[in-house]
């Protein structure tokens, strides 16, 4: 059974750091690529960044150099670590399977993580 579960996530102050994971189970974790989107409130779901199977980020440049995106192999989890964030970050975090990073679908989703964003 695929299954994605982020976590991490949290209320920060604006200008804060957080690290989401995005623990993932039931397929072979090198063969996917592995993409963060999020939803702000009354907005439609975006996506943040991307990591193929091998490591190559895809989707980062719009986002001010703010977000970073890794994989952890050996534990089969990948992170998005957030600086600098903003009011505007506040949103519901998701991981998604995908076969590339250019695939027009994501495959699995995780379930979400909450980011809060205010002082």
């Known amino acids: 059974q695929v299954q994605l579960v982020e976590s991490g996530g949290g209320l920060v102050q604006p200008g804060g750091s957080l690290k989401l994971s995005c623990a993932a189970s039931g397929f072979v974790f090198t063969d996917y690529a592995i993409g963060w989107f999020r939803q702000a409130p009354g907005k439609e779901r975006e996506r943040v960044s991307c990591?193929?199977?091998?490591?190559?980020?895809y989707w980062s440049d719009s986002k001010e150099g703010r977000f970073t995106i890794s994989r952890d192999y050996a534990t089969n989890t990948t992170f998005l670590q957030i600086n600098d964030l903003k009011p505007e970050d506040t949103g519901i975090y998701y991981c998604a399977q995908r076969y590339f990073c250019s695939s027009p679908v994501s495959l699995t989703w995780g379930q979400g993580i909450q980011v809060t964003v205010s002082s």
């Open positions: 990591s193929s199977s091998n490591g190559e980020t």
